[in-house]
């Protein structure tokens, strides 16, 4: 809709979409997507508090991409609540003060196209400082692709948040804009600003974007084509690594709504696509970032008790459990690519070495029968 639009063509308008609200979807998309990365990160951090590593560089990194996710989500609810997801005629009318809500909208376009960008950076980050300690030491080359993406993601997320932050100079003639096209006078005057076009400051950082996440796919394919291992813990690890590429569909086809996004006066639909898509990618993107390093939770579940179930007195206890905890703080409980051994292989090969992780259950039962037999037959 523009200013030019003829009353009979605003009168059509609002007959053919008196109806029309995504608002109700945009918020269940949102919602569902930011309790999956509530999940996802909670579950991250409770696997690796039992391998005591809970504030490692990635770690750290991923929780402040959650901060920004979820600021980025609630920006989307809040705009939802002025109208975002209606068409902008029903935005204007119901509002009291018009143009405000729609202003108000707008604010939160511009807000969430600032805030996502360091959201992203953080993810890809956290992943790439995961990958460095994961694999670094199995394919030594793949070292320094990690760190030349690791540069490149971090200058693409400082330079695109100035990009977003400087689309229109003095900024708030970002959304003031929006007083003009509906007829109203905006609350200060409107000369001597300057607005980016729309395909030069959001569409080239999303092409980038979608590039360094391609790459970031290709280094755990390196790596685990050299791998060596069983077919079954294999295929486990491909599959895992692969969710990553549901995040590099969504940010193809957010790339695809923001390029054909036409701007205009019906803002508050136009924009939906992009918002939904943006909040989609980012949680996700979370979710995908925190499955390998949510190994240690199967790890654990694959490795023998430590105290086999006496049916006396309950667990047993023994002068090895306090030593057998130590170690398993140092198993490989790090990443996925520990679960190419087996908890087998770690008690052959501590029996290799002469030491064990526990005495076996049969052993401790046999001890106990044979104190019992010489009580019995010795008397107390």
Same mark, same amino acid.
């Given at each position: 809709?523009?200013?030019?639009?003829?009353?009979?063509?605003?009168?059509?308008?609002?007959?053919?979409?008196?109806?029309?609200?995504?608002?109700p979807?945009?918020?269940g998309?949102?919602i569902?997507?930011?309790?999956?990365?509530?999940? *996802?990160l909670?579950?991250?951090?409770?696997?690796?508090?039992?391998?005591?590593?809970?504030?490692?560089?990635?770690?750290?990194?991923?929780?402040?991409?959650?901060?920004?996710?979820?600021?980025?989500?609630g920006? $989307?609810?809040?705009? /939802?609540?002025s109208?975002?997801?209606?068409?902008?005629?029903?935005?204007?009318?119901?509002?009291?003060?018009?143009?405000?809500?729609?202003a108000?909208? $707008?604010?939160?376009?511009?807000?969430?196209?600032?805030?996502?960008?360091?959201?992203?950076?953080?993810?890809?980050?956290?992943?790439?400082?995961?990958?460095?300690?994961?694999?670094?030491?199995?394919?030594?080359?793949?070292?320094?692709?990690?760190?030349?993406?690791?540069?490149?993601?971090?200058?693409?997320? /400082?330079?695109?948040?100035?990009?977003?932050?400087?689309?229109?100079?003095?900024?708030?003639?970002?959304?003031?804009?929006?007083?003009?096209?509906?007829?109203?006078?905006?609350?200060?005057?409107?000369?001597?600003?300057t607005?980016?076009?729309?395909?030069?400051?959001l569409?080239?950082?999303?092409?980038?974007?979608?590039?360094?996440?391609?790459?970031l796919? *290709?280094?755990?394919?390196? &790596?685990?084509?050299?791998?060596?291992?069983?077919?079954?813990r294999?295929?486990?690890?491909?599959?895992?690594?692969?969710?990553?590429?549901? $995040?590099?569909?969504?940010s193809? $086809?957010r790339?695809?709504?923001?390029?054909?996004?036409?701007l *205009?006066?019906?803002?508050?639909?136009?924009?939906?696509?992009?918002?939904?898509?943006?909040?989609?990618?980012?949680?996700?993107? +979370?979710?995908?970032?925190?499955?390998?390093?949510?190994?240690p939770?199967?790890?654990?579940?694959?490795?023998?008790?430590?105290?086999?179930?006496?049916?006396?007195?309950?667990?047993?206890?023994?002068?090895?459990?306090?030593?057998?905890?130590?170690?398993?703080?140092?198993?490989?409980?790090?990443?996925?690519?520990?679960?190419?051994r087996?908890?087998?292989d770690? /008690?052959?090969?501590?029996?290799?070495?002469?030491?064990?992780?526990?005495?076996?259950?049969?052993?401790?039962?046999q001890? +106990?029968?044979v &104190?019992?037999?010489?009580?019995?037959?010795h008397?107390?």
């Amino acid at each position: 809709m523009a200013t030019s639009s003829t009353a009979g063509e605003v009168d059509a308008l609002l007959s053919d979409h008196s109806t029309s609200n995504r608002g109700p979807e945009m918020l269940g998309a949102c919602i569902t997507s930011m309790i999956f990365c509530v999940i *996802g990160l909670s579950i991250r951090v409770w696997a690796q508090s039992l391998i005591h590593r809970i504030w490692t560089a990635d770690c750290i990194l991923i929780i402040l991409a959650a901060i920004f996710t979820l600021a980025t989500a609630g920006c $989307v609810i809040a705009a /939802v609540a002025s109208g975002m997801g209606q068409h902008a005629y029903w935005v204007i009318s119901e509002d009291p003060h018009p143009p405000e809500r729609m202003a108000f909208v $707008v604010e939160m376009s511009y807000i969430i196209t600032i805030i996502q960008a360091p959201a992203l950076m953080f993810t890809k980050l956290s992943v790439l400082v995961f990958y460095q300690r994961a694999f670094s030491t199995i394919v030594r080359g793949v070292r320094w692709t990690i760190w030349g993406l690791f540069a490149f993601c971090l200058g693409l997320g /400082v330079a695109s948040t100035i990009v977003f932050v400087c689309a229109c100079l003095p900024p708030q003639m970002f959304w003031l804009r929006v007083y003009p096209i509906f007829g109203y006078e905006a609350p200060q005057p409107l000369e001597d600003y300057t607005c980016m076009p729309q395909r030069t400051h959001l569409c080239i950082p999303l092409l980038l974007d979608l590039f360094s996440e391609l790459i970031l796919l *290709g280094i755990p394919a390196v &790596v685990l084509w050299n791998l060596q291992m069983a077919l079954r813990r294999k295929i486990i690890i491909i599959f895992t690594f692969s969710l990553g590429l549901f $995040v590099t569909a969504i940010s193809a $086809v957010r790339f695809y709504y923001a390029w054909t996004m036409v701007l *205009g006066g019906d803002m508050t639909w136009a924009d939906t696509d992009t918002c939904i898509w943006t909040t989609v990618q980012l949680c996700f993107g +979370i979710v995908t970032a925190c499955i390998p390093a949510s190994a240690p939770l199967l790890r654990l579940r694959q490795t023998p008790n430590p105290r086999p179930w006496n049916k006396q007195g309950g667990y047993m206890l023994s002068i090895n459990y306090a030593s057998n905890s130590r170690k398993r703080k140092d198993m490989g409980t790090e990443s996925m690519l520990d679960l190419q051994r087996s908890p087998e292989d770690d /008690v052959e090969d501590s029996a290799t070495r002469g030491t064990s992780w526990e005495t076996p259950p049969s052993h401790e039962l046999q001890k +106990i029968e044979v &104190v019992r037999k010489v009580e019995i037959h010795h008397g107390p």
